[in-house]
């Protein structure tokens, strides 16, 4: 082992031990390494992070991400080998977070149905997506929550899903409308009927019991979405699953600011149920949504007039 890929250990050891994931930084981070190795390379510079990150990408991530992992871990080996140079923050494009599409109700609607006629017309494939999608939409949850959720974490008599080790390695319990239960309950004898013993330990099953994988659920989306013309043919970017999870937080504020409810004082519960690590995650959709900012601005106003 190389003294930088044993630097990388501990580093990922250190963050890991912190809280963190770091999955997919460890394995950009372990490519990196082997860049380095591949040259004889042993000290860390701008020159060879940014030779490193600019080369053809992964599917998923940007060479800004990617810098931006080199940048971390170089900060670390400088405590240790003074001759690092940690690349400077200004080579790094600013990254923007995509504006979320705030779906309908007749979108999501659509979206429902049409996963209802996926094939096959007798498989539990379509009754599968038509109740995953439902729960995103009906809850907020992330795909990557939905998909890990476990049969035992999911009390349908108590109508409560329980999420475990999510981002950040934090825990929640999620309490579900009764309409939210009664779909799932549905979804439950369906998918019980359909494989009996064969079922495996998750919630949501594949057709013959195995887990979904992010990829097909996402090459599901992108097919309904673009049957029900949310996105058009050959079309790379549109409205995303994650999505789904920005309308439910619009949604949920919108309801608060028309409602009257003190939002500010409300916000704390929904960051929790959104399962945030900081409140300051969830103010960011007021920032995206005009409607938002217009419910904001007539309060504002309704306070100033109310002023003597």
Request: charged share 25%.
């Amino acid at each position: 082992m190389t003294s930088l890929r044993s630097r990388l250990e501990r580093y990922l050891s250190m963050r890991q031990g912190l809280g963190y994931k770091y999955l997919h930084q460890a394995r950009r981070l372990s490519d990196f390494v082997s860049f380095m190795e591949t040259r004889k390379a042993t000290t860390i510079t701008t020159k060879l992070a940014v030779a490193w990150a600019t080369l053809p990408p992964d599917r998923h991530a940007s060479w800004a991400l990617r810098l931006t992992d080199v940048r971390g871990f170089a900060r670390h080996v400088a405590n240790i080998d003074p001759a690092t140079e940690v690349p400077p923050a200004g080579i790094l494009p600013a990254l923007k977070r995509a504006k979320p599409y705030v779906y309908s109700d007749a979108e999501i609607g659509a979206l429902l149905t049409a996963a209802l006629t996926l094939p096959p017309t007798n498989g539990l494939r379509r009754w599968t997506y038509h109740y995953l999608f439902g729960l995103i939409a009906a809850t907020g949850m992330r795909l990557s929550e939905v998909i890990g959720l476990q049969r035992s974490d999911v009390d349908l008599d108590e109508g409560m899903l329980t999420v475990r080790q999510s981002k950040f390695g934090k825990s929640r319990l999620v309490p579900l409308h009764r309409t939210t239960r009664d779909a799932l309950l549905s979804y439950a004898h369906r998918r019980d009927a359909h494989l009996g013993s064969r079922c495996g330990p998750h919630f949501f099953v594949a057709e013959r019991g195995g887990r979904l994988l992010h990829q097909y659920v996402h090459r599901v989306f992108w097919r309904l979405s673009r049957e029900i013309g949310l996105r058009r043919p050959g079309d790379h970017t549109g409205p995303r699953v994650h999505d789904l999870r920005h309308r439910f937080a619009i949604r949920t504020l919108l309801g608060w600011y028309r409602k009257g409810i003190d939002v500010e004082q409300q916000l704390p519960a929904l960051s929790t149920y959104l399962g945030h690590a900081c409140v300051r995650d969830t103010y960011w959709y007021l920032s995206a949504c005009p409607e938002l900012m217009e419910e904001a601005a007539r309060r504002l106003d309704r306070r100033w007039e109310a002023m003597p």
